[in-house]
């Protein structure tokens, strides 16, 4: 993992993860980085006969640059000729035109992850998918997703779900997109969520709210999509890109039944969960 021509293919040895089928190649000049990476992507890598779809090289800066005390969410800014600028705390990152190649300036493993989020951001976007912070929940092959403001209880919600045997696909980020034929399909991403886990059918998509009684209620798409917008990282800082956002995720509600979980902090939010992901959407 040492530096090289950014122009030239990865190196034998480059870190190559793969995230809701799109795979990139990690090519970082600074070798102690390789432990820390492996720890974050180690259950993402991919297998040895998948094809890297993008590449992102990363090299040390000039100077000894401070860690930042907070992470900030990247700054982007189109920049000439199609490139897309990512700025952040002590790093930054220029990507191509088609976002599959991304060099970046910065040190830790923080830029390299943040830079990633936007590369996966954008291959989902061509697909007409979204990247999602929020909670995806699995039963059975069907997934629900939960967005909501900062302690709505996603968090949470993944915790109870996983002291009742269930399946969490990521409980900060979760991958959807659609597929031929009609629905769409949900993946995890490794942070926050340490294993990977099988994508799933999404079927639902949803609100929080907290009460002492876990019931699930009706909401009508666009109350859902009002909290999903704010939760959907945006790759593209321009009309066209926010178009496309509205658009993906009209669709998405469109395909998935909207709701609002209202749970209590005990082993009843995932009963209802549950008991609605064995009901909804069969016959």
Same mark, same amino acid.
């Given at each position: 993992?040492?530096?090289?021509?950014? $122009?030239?293919?990865?190196?034998? @040895?480059? !870190? =190559? %993860?793969?995230? /809701? *089928?799109?795979?990139?190649? +990690?090519?970082?000049?600074?070798?102690?980085?390789?432990?820390?990476?492996?720890?974050?992507?180690?259950?993402?890598?991919?297998?040895?006969?998948?094809?890297?779809?993008?590449?992102?090289?990363?090299?040390?800066?000039?100077?000894?640059?401070?860690?930042?005390?907070?992470?900030?969410?990247?700054? $982007?800014e189109?920049?000439?000729s @199609?490139? !897309? =600028? %990512?700025?952040? /705390? *002590?790093?930054?990152?220029? +990507?191509?035109?088609?976002?599959?190649?991304?060099?970046?300036?910065?040190?830790?493993?923080?830029?390299?992850?943040?830079?990633?989020k936007?590369?996966?951001?954008?291959?989902?976007?061509?697909?007409?998918?979204?990247?999602?912070?929020?909670?995806?929940?699995?039963?059975?092959?069907?997934?629900? $997703?939960?967005?909501?403001?900062? @302690?709505?209880?996603?968090?949470?919600?993944? *915790?109870?779900?996983?002291?009742?045997g269930?399946?969490?696909?990521?409980?900060?980020?979760?991958?959807?997109?659609?597929?031929?034929?009609?629905?769409?399909?949900?993946?995890?991403?490794?942070w926050?969520?340490?294993?990977?886990t099988?994508?799933?059918?999404?079927?639902?998509?949803?609100?929080?709210?907290?009460?002492?009684?876990?019931?699930?209620?009706?909401? @009508?798409?666009?109350?859902?999509a009002?909290?999903?917008?704010?939760?959907?990282?945006?790759?593209?800082?321009?009309?066209?890109?926010?178009?496309?956002?509205?658009?993906?995720?009209?669709?998405?509600?469109?395909?998935?039944?909207?709701?609002?979980?209202?749970?209590?902090?005990?082993?009843?939010?995932?009963?209802?969960?549950?008991?609605?992901?064995?009901?909804?959407?069969?016959?």
């Amino acid at each position: 993992m040492n530096g090289g021509d950014p $122009l030239s293919g990865p190196r034998d @040895g480059a !870190l =190559r %993860v793969t995230l /809701a *089928g799109w795979t990139v190649a +990690l090519d970082v000049e600074d070798d102690a980085l390789a432990g820390p990476l492996q720890r974050v992507f180690g259950a993402f890598l991919a297998p040895d006969a998948v094809a890297s779809d993008a590449r992102l090289v990363m090299r040390n800066p000039p100077g000894p640059i401070a860690p930042p005390t907070v992470q900030e969410l990247p700054r $982007l800014e189109p920049g000439d000729s @199609g490139t !897309l =600028r %990512v700025e952040g /705390a *002590g790093y930054s990152a220029v +990507l191509s035109p088609d976002r599959c190649h991304a060099d970046v300036i910065g040190s830790g493993r923080y830029p390299v992850e943040n830079v990633i989020k936007v590369m996966l951001a954008s291959a989902l976007a061509k697909r007409g998918g979204l990247l999602i912070h929020g909670v995806g929940l699995v039963h059975e092959g069907r997934a629900a $997703l939960f967005v909501g403001h900062s @302690g709505a209880g996603k968090s949470t919600l993944g *915790g109870l779900w996983r002291e009742a045997g269930g399946t969490v696909l990521a409980d900060e980020l979760v991958a959807v997109w659609p597929v031929e034929g009609g629905g769409w399909r949900a993946a995890g991403t490794p942070w926050n969520v340490p294993v990977q886990t099988a994508e799933a059918a999404l079927v639902a998509v949803g609100t929080l709210g907290w009460d002492s009684a876990s019931r699930w209620e009706a909401q @009508g798409a666009g109350e859902v999509a009002r909290v999903l917008l704010l939760n959907a990282l945006l790759p593209e800082p321009t009309p066209a890109g926010r178009g496309a956002l509205v658009g993906a995720a009209g669709r998405v509600l469109s395909s998935a039944e909207t709701a609002r979980l209202v749970f209590s902090r005990d082993a009843s939010a995932a009963h209802v969960v549950r008991a609605r992901l064995d009901a909804v959407g069969r016959p």
